[in-house]
Every structure is written in C-alpha cells, then in structure tokens.
C-alpha cells in the first residue's frame, strides 16, 4: 500500500471516528481523530509529529496548577515526549539510529556523559522513585529536542527556520494574553509575576524563555535572503518579545540579555574564545578574594524591586532587604551545605526540594522561606546538579558551557554563508542568555526551556557539521 493510499484511509477513518463521537455525544470520542493522526505521524512523519509538539510546548498546561494533581506534569506535550522518546528508541534497536557524525560531536560526547553519570546517580538517591522521573524527563527531551530535531534539521535545509516559526508563534500568543491580563492590573509588578498562568507557572521562567527567543529572532529579521513580508513579521516578533520581556519585570532576564549584548560586541571586535575565558577565570580568582568587600558593598543597596523599571533594574544587586534575592543566598547556601554531606553521587536527580530544608539556616531565612519544598528547587542551574548530581554532576554542566561557547566562537569563523553566520551568532546568544539566567534560576526540567535550549544546540551543531562538509 502506498503511503498517499494509506493517508487516505487514515483520514477516512478519522472522519469516521469524529462523526462517531458526535452522533454519541461523547467529546472523548472526538480526540481520537487527533490522536490517530499523531500515532501515524510518529512512525510515518516524524517531523510533522515533532513540529506539533514543539508548537505545543508554550501553549501546555502544568496540571499541578489547577489542582487536579500534585505530579507538574505538562499537557499535552510530555505524554507526546514519552511516546517520541519509545519510537526513537524503537527506532534506535531496529538499526534507525542517527548518524555517527552528530553522535561524535564534542556537545553530543559532553550530552551523553552528563546525562550518563544522571543515570548513575539514581541508585544512591534519596528518593529514588523521584530521580528516575527525573531521569527519564531528561531523556525525552534529549531524545526528542536534541537528536530528533538534529535529524531534521540535517534532512531539511528550512527546518532551522520553521523551528524557529513554530516556537514564536504561539509564544507570541501566549505574550497576548499575558498583556491583555496584566493591563486590567495597570502593568504592576506585582501581577506581572503571575499573569503568565497557566502558561508559565510565573514570571521568571516566562522571562528566560523569552529573552533565550529574542536573539534568534533577531537574526531571522536580519536574514538577507527573505521576502519582505517575512522580514516585516520577523521585526514584528522580535518588537512583541522585546515588550513582554520588559513588562514581564524578570531582572535575571534583563541581565542576561545584557550579557549577551556584551559578548555580542566582544565578538564584533575579535576577541578569542580563549581570551575571553581567560578574562573570565581571572575575574572568578578575583571575585573570590574580594568577596568580603564585595558584599559589604552590596548590603549598601536598599532599593527593594518595584513598578518603577529604572528602580526594579537598581535592585538587581539588593542583598539587604530584597527578599527574592536574599531567598536565593538560602537556596545556594543550602546546596553547599548538600553538597557538603554528600560531595561525589549527591542526593539524586530531582530530590533538591524534598531536602534542602533542614540545611537552611536561621541568619538566612527569609520571609518566603519554607520547610515545605513546594516553592522553587535551588535557583540554581550549577548550584542543582552540584547538590543532586556530586560534584561530577556540577562538570557536566561546566563542560557543556565551555563546549557551547567555543563552539559559538568557532562559527562564527567557520560558516562561509552570512544568513548562517547569522542564525549561528543568534542562537548561541540565546544559549548565552540561558547560561547567565542559569545562575539565578534553573527549568531545564520544563519543556518550555527545554525545547529552545536543547533545539538551539541541536541547531547550532548541525551547522559545524554541514560547514565541515562543505569543506571536504
């Protein structure tokens, strides 16, 4: 049977089932039709299977906010992963694995030993149970987010593109809404740290997501070979991020948007990788040996967050009274005294919440403290994998940064094609956007950050890839 036959009997089936459902009133009947088609697509059109998901991914929903379970479990799009996750590996044990040339990569080698010791640090957890989920999470979106949309990315020339398309247009909705509601509030900060619900669980995530968008979509509107009209929409796009990320009140946003401008023009103006991280390892020498004298300096700044942006940007640095930045001292202090007690395996994938809290200590405590675990992890996406993973745990993440940054700077002098140059320059801004909020916060455990993080790489190696090609 050829496949056009077969789509054809697919739809009639569909159309059938719909009618179905209709006739009997019964609206679960309905989401067959849907599901059917997904269930096909996985086998026969796994990029279409995987464009919808990605789609999805701003729009899902976390159950946990409305109650109905105590599981964050997202919808509809991690059961869609945990189904992506089995074909690939049904496809991998029946001799469909990709190509060795994306599996020998230095991001694929520093992925794959990551998520290797993740594995291994399940058996000593605490919670067992709850770092195999975590574990697992980890694989779908690897598997689904890294390998898979690698695989297209090298099948299909415009696949970077339509990635791209399909992440902006539905987080451009998701920023509609989330104006539209916190303008019946007068743009206060208040309601600007909730009005994303039940979309983003609250502002800071909302904020990471879209300031890791905004460089990529720069370089889409800055594309030489497009229409007009696509240049039009692009510059439209990046205007509607730009605006939900001020209004979105996320300063760890802000700064990393900064950061980035700043290596931006680094780059412009030549400087080595190498030179830059040697510039960067001086700095951490030097901000250790004046700690002291850098945080009486800070505990100066009383200016606590406001509705006021020029003010909320000054209490960026307010270690005195500002009690979201004196909460994430707690969390960090927590995470080494973690580490502390148990430095090479850690306390398991996952298991930070469930165990930080009789490592708070009284100087620390803050007015939003809890011993209840329901209120963030570590804010931290070194400081995390530090407690949970070991210290082993903690390299992974240092290698991928290192891996990503040169191979960031290795692009931009290897890509001959200047619209490649430029999505190269743009995606890994937006990884370098991650790496600096990754300080503050943590949510590769989301499939929000997830699906750009792990795509942009995925991106951004299949480029140096086909360059290589090209090459010999």
């Not at 049977?1 to 009997?24: E, N, P, Q, V, Y």
């Not at 987010?145 to 399909?166: G, I, M, N, V």
């Not at 669980?201 to 800055?222: C, F, N, Q």
Request: hydrophobic share 55%; charged share 15%.
């Amino acid at each position: 049977m050829t496949t056009a036959r077969a789509g054809i009997l697919a739809g009639l089936a569909m159309t059938l089932l719909a009618l179905a459902g209709w006739a009997t009133d019964l609206p679960y009947v309905l989401a067959l039709p849907a599901a059917a088609l997904l269930f096909w697509w996985a086998f026969a059109r796994i990029d279409l299977y995987l464009s919808t998901v990605v789609f999805l991914v701003p729009l899902s929903l976390n159950l946990s906010e409305f109650g109905l379970t105590s599981i964050g479990w997202y919808m509809p799009t991690e059961p869609m992963l945990f189904a992506l996750l089995a074909v690939f590996v049904a496809r991998w044990l029946s001799g469909q694995s990709p190509q060795q040339s994306l599996l020998r990569h230095p991001i694929s080698w520093v992925i794959g030993a990551g998520f290797l010791w993740m594995g291994l640090t399940i058996l000593p957890s605490s919670h067992v149970v709850v770092s195999l989920k975590a574990w697992v999470a980890r694989a779908w979106f690897l598997a689904s987010f890294y390998l898979l949309l690698a695989e297209w990315f090298q099948s299909d020339p415009k696949a970077k593109h339509r990635f791209l398309t399909l992440l902006v247009i539905p987080l451009s909705i998701v920023i509609a809404y989330t104006l539209v509601r916190h303008a019946d509030y007068g743009f206060s900060k208040g309601a600007g740290h909730w009005v994303m619900k039940p979309f983003f669980k609250d502002h800071t995530s909302y904020g990471a997501v879209l300031a890791m968008l905004l460089p990529p979509a720069i370089a889409m509107a800055w594309r030489s070979s497009q229409s007009t009209l696509s240049r039009v929409l692009w510059t439209l796009a990046v205007a509607w991020i730009s605006l939900g990320t001020v209004l979105s009140f996320t300063r760890a946003a802000w700064v990393s948007l900064a950061a980035a401008g700043g290596l931006w023009v680094l780059i412009l103006l030549g400087m080595r990788f190498r030179t830059l991280l040697s510039i960067g390892m001086a700095s951490v020498v030097g901000l250790i040996f004046s700690w002291d004298a850098l945080v009486i300096q800070l505990e100066r700044n009383k200016q606590d967050s406001s509705d006021d942006l020029a003010q909320h940007v000054e209490s960026i640095s307010n270690v005195s009274s500002d009690d979201s930045n004196l909460e994430r001292l707690n969390r960090w202090s927590c995470a080494l005294a973690m580490f502390e007690e148990r430095p090479v395996f850690g306390w398991g994938p996952g298991t930070y919440q469930f165990e930080y809290a009789p490592f708070q200590t009284s100087d620390l405590r803050t007015l939003i403290s809890t011993n209840n675990g329901d209120v963030g992890n570590a804010h931290s996406e070194y400081l995390g994998p530090l407690s949970e993973q070991g210290f082993l745990g903690f390299m992974a993440v240092l290698a991928l940064l290192l891996a990503t940054g040169h191979l960031g700077f290795k692009l931009q002098r290897k890509l001959l094609d200047p619209d490649d140059r430029r999505l190269a320059m743009g995606v890994f801004l937006g990884l370098v956007t991650y790496f600096v909020h990754g300080v503050l916060n943590n949510y590769l455990d989301t499939d929000k950050a997830s699906a750009p993080f792990w795509g942009f790489l995925a991106m951004m190696v299949v480029l140096d890839l086909q360059a290589s090609t090209k090459q010999a």
